[in-house]
């Protein structure tokens, strides 16, 4: 297997390979998405205590597993960018990172949105609650450094940075709330203690996951796309490019 | 060179006095005004004091972050400071330090008095004055971060509030939670040790981060 993989760090074979994949995943992220969404609503049994609403488990939860997965390959990518100094890395954390942030905002709305009819409130400030909001604010720090600098470079690498020392932080915010949450012990409410979960609600969660992070996939490949066409608009393959679909 | 550097910070802050009593009244300030917000009720204020002065410690630290580094941007200092065989995470290390000598030493003497003020006990005031002692070098040490990465950009005050104060949370959670913890009697030691290891990992870590976020800026 002698592949070379270095011929795909190189924005413009990237932009072609990428062309190429977006087909094929955007079909198994549909499928995967009727499929999840077919197990979820018809086959998954009513839950017991909470009757028909628990259903929205099904989006809850993964959008949940997205945003936190997406922040560490969002930081994975940066960091390689910056110790290679790769275009093409920091450009596609920069392309994860709006598909992260909007997975945070969807598992916080979707467990507002659940959490009413169950504790009777939109909001408590428990733990994970807490500490997936303060995930969505390093998402919009991120963002909002790279938006703030006109060097695309230097945005890269400063965003670079800060996804990194976010990256190190997150276990020390995610126990420092939990410990403050213990201390007050506010809301009794508690989420870890979880009933069994039926096997039939646990592939559709499954399924589900693994289509919202194919639907990634294809969004971060059409996005990086974009950020390379823009970057790149002065080199002679983009223009050739421009040329052959005119 | 390290002494140098804290040496020659603090004595351009003596220049412009005025910046340090600024930074001093707004804490104060902000710390007033909540009992004006909320109402004179006692209870609920020693309740709340270790929080708000806490909050107010985290957004005065803040808004001074952009003096650490601006002036020596402008008129190049910096960039010397850029090509000096020193190391640039030390001299780093003595920005960030003086920044805490200029910000956050003002800030632990007033703080007693604001302890008062919230009818906080004793011992009480005691723990808050140490919580702050150990807390407000994290918040200089990660501001100077912020503040290297905003460096000369337009907007830069606002976005460091976005970059920093989200860092800024487990100082605030244990800060405010060894005074809590004391005033409930279950004693502010594991809360303190635990901001002792912060500021441990923050002397550590920040200025290599800091130091590599200054290139970025100044390319």
């Known amino acids: 297997m002698a592949i070379n993989w270095f011929k795909y760090s190189s924005p413009a074979s990237f932009y072609t390979l990428a062309g190429k994949m977006i087909p094929y995943f955007s079909v198994v992220a549909s499928g995967l998405f009727l499929l999840g969404l077919y197990i979820s609503f018809f086959i998954a049994p009513t839950d017991s205590q909470q009757s028909e609403a628990y259903r929205i488990i099904f989006i809850h939860v993964p959008a949940a597993w997205m945003s936190m997965f997406l922040y560490l390959i969002m930081a994975i990518w940066a960091a390689i960018g910056l110790a290679f100094n790769t275009r093409l890395s920091a450009m596609i954390a920069t392309a994860i990172a709006p598909t992260g942030a909007m997975f945070t905002f969807l598992a916080l709305w979707t467990g507002a949105l659940w959490g009413k009819p169950m504790w009777g409130a939109w909001w408590v400030w428990d733990a994970r609650l807490t500490s997936e909001l303060i995930l969505l604010f390093l998402y919009i720090g991120f963002m909002s450094l790279q938006a703030a600098i006109n060097d695309p470079r230097r945005a890269d690498k400063a965003g670079a940075v800060i996804a990194l020392v976010g990256a190190v932080n997150i276990p020390i915010i995610y126990f420092s709330v939990k410990w403050w949450n213990t201390l007050h012990q506010g809301a009794s409410v508690s989420l870890t203690q979880s009933p069994k979960m039926a096997t039939t609600m646990l592939t559709g969660m499954l399924i589900m996951g693994l289509a919202c992070w194919i639907y990634s996939i294809v969004v971060i490949l059409i996005r990086t796309r974009a950020i390379i066409l823009e970057r790149e608009r002065h080199t002679v393959w983009v223009s050739e490019l421009q040329g052959s679909s005119q | ?219």
């Open chain 2, 1 to 219: 060179m390290f002494l140098w550097v804290i040496q020659r910070d603090l004595l351009l802050a003596m220049r412009r006095r005025f910046d340090i009593l600024t930074t001093l009244f707004f804490f104060v300030i902000v710390v007033s005004l909540f009992p004006l917000g909320i109402g004179p009720e006692i209870n609920i204020l020693r309740t709340i004091a270790p929080g708000v002065v806490w909050v107010a410690a985290l957004l005065a630290s803040m808004l001074s972050l952009g003096r650490i580094f601006s002036n020596d941007y402008l008129d190049g200092t910096l960039e010397q400071m850029l090509i000096s065989p020193q190391s640039l995470s030390l001299l780093v290390l003595g920005k960030a330090l003086a920044h805490w000598l200029i910000t956050g030493i003002p800030l632990i003497l007033i703080s007693p008095l604001l302890g008062i003020q919230y009818n906080l006990p004793l011992d009480a005031i005691l723990i808050l004055a140490l919580s702050l002692l150990l807390g407000t070098p994290i918040l200089s040490l990660i501001g100077a971060i912020g503040a290297a990465l905003t460096l000369g950009l337009r907007g830069g005050g606002m976005l460091v509030s976005l970059l920093v104060l989200p860092l800024y949370i487990p100082v605030l959670v244990f800060g405010s939670g060894a005074v809590e913890a004391s005033a409930v009697g279950l004693g502010a030691g594991a809360h303190l040790s635990l901001l002792g290891a912060f500021l441990l990992i923050a002397l550590v870590i920040t200025p290599w981060a800091t130091a590599s976020a200054l290139r970025i800026s100044m390319e």
